[in-house]
């Protein structure tokens, strides 16, 4: 049984910490606001004057090349992976990668503004594969508690799905600070594991979002990859006509014909890429010209942009 005093007592410590960790949040939200204080230059000449020290190559092993055909047209997009939010289903994908299991499959579910999905479809234990490595659904990996150290950027402390949003190695992440969790956010172009209503059903299902963001599926399904180019043939996929994927495709329609991953190829064959660095001085930069545009078209500035409203830079590497 509590005594009154005891349970005052809990009480005030409760209250103790719940001022604590809004004080995080305040501090939080204050040091960002320095941070990204408004400036004269618009994003496109931020990205343009940035200094090569500002930016990355993209891993050849953390790097996917897709070729998909679209009605006999072959188009290639090209994913970098994360690994240390999700290195469960990384891992799975390239290795499942290696072995072909999406090879000559199609994005048999792409849906308007939501999801382009797509992968193999089994229709019963008899069309399983034999596997030599990973497998063919894992563990989901809905968040991680990993310390994301001095490469993550807090950003937005008013995010309506998490406590905070920041950046962390070229993703946008949300964040709970009491719990002190985190995960990427499904915005525009992210990869992502489809799944059954049982959490670790995951793993053959992959999805990229093709529309605005679509926050509500944080930390229901896992995120652990990114389109850095080719977004354009993702939206060029043939729609289907419900949610259940039910779609009439011809043969050479919505087929992933090959993924590889990067480091397989011939040096030479490999997509050449870097990302801005988010812990950059360029990037704070950039963050500051979305939340206000001060370009002379502009009438209204909102000082505020949403983490996934910023598209994080890519380019070729020179």
């Known amino acids: 049984m509590i005594t009154f005093k005891t349970h005052a007592q809990l009480l005030i410590s409760l ?30 000449e931020v990205v343009e004057q940035s200094p090569d020290s500002d930016w990355r ?16 047209e072959e188009r290639t997009v090209v994913f970098e992976l994360l690994p240390d939010l999700a290195s469960g289903h990384v891992a799975n994908t390239q290795a499942l990668v290696k072995q072909g299991i999406f090879d000559n499959t199609r994005f048999y579910r792409v849906i308007d ?29 809905l968040t991680s508690s990993i310390d994301l150290g001095e490469q993550y950027l807090a950003f937005d402390g008013d ?14 992440v949300g ?10 956010l499904h915005c525009y172009g992210v990869l992502a594991a489809g799944r059954a209503n049982d959490p670790d059903t995951g793993g053959t299902e992959l999805y990229i979002v093709n529309g605005p963001a679509q926050r509500y599926l944080d930390r229901n399904t896992t995120v652990f990859g990114r389109v850095l180019e080719g977004m354009d043939a993702i939206q060029a996929l043939k729609r289907t006509q419900d949610l259940s994927g039910a779609v009439e495709l011809k043969i050479d329609e919505n087929v992933i014909k090959q993924i590889v991953v990067a480091s397989q190829l011939p040096p030479g064959q490999r997509p050449q890429l870097e990302v801005m ?18 370009e002379d078209w502009f009438l209204y500035q909102h000082n505020y942009i949403d983490a996934c409203g910023v598209a994080i830079p890519v380019r070729l590497a020179d």
């Open 113 to 141: 503004g939501f999801v382009a999905q797509g992968g193999p479809m089994f229709d019963d234990d008899s069309d399983l594969p034999e596997l030599t490595e990973g497998r063919l659904s894992i563990p989901a990996e």
């Open 15 to 44: 209250a103790a910490l719940t001022l604590t960790a809004c004080a995080t949040i305040t501090e939080n939200k204050q040091s960002s606001e320095d941070l990204f204080a408004p400036i004269k230059a618009g994003p496109y």
């Open 57 to 72: 190559p993209v891993s050849a092993d953390n790097m996917l090349v897709m070729t998909v055909s679209l009605a006999g």
């Open 159 to 172: 995010d309506g799905f998490a406590d905070e949003t920041g950046f962390y190695k070229g993703f946008a």
């Open 175 to 184: 964040r709970d600070i009491s719990e002190q969790k985190s995960w990427l």
């Open 277 to 294: 660095r988010t812990d950059s001085v360029s990037f704070k930069q950039l963050l500051a010209a979305r939340k206000n545009r001060n």
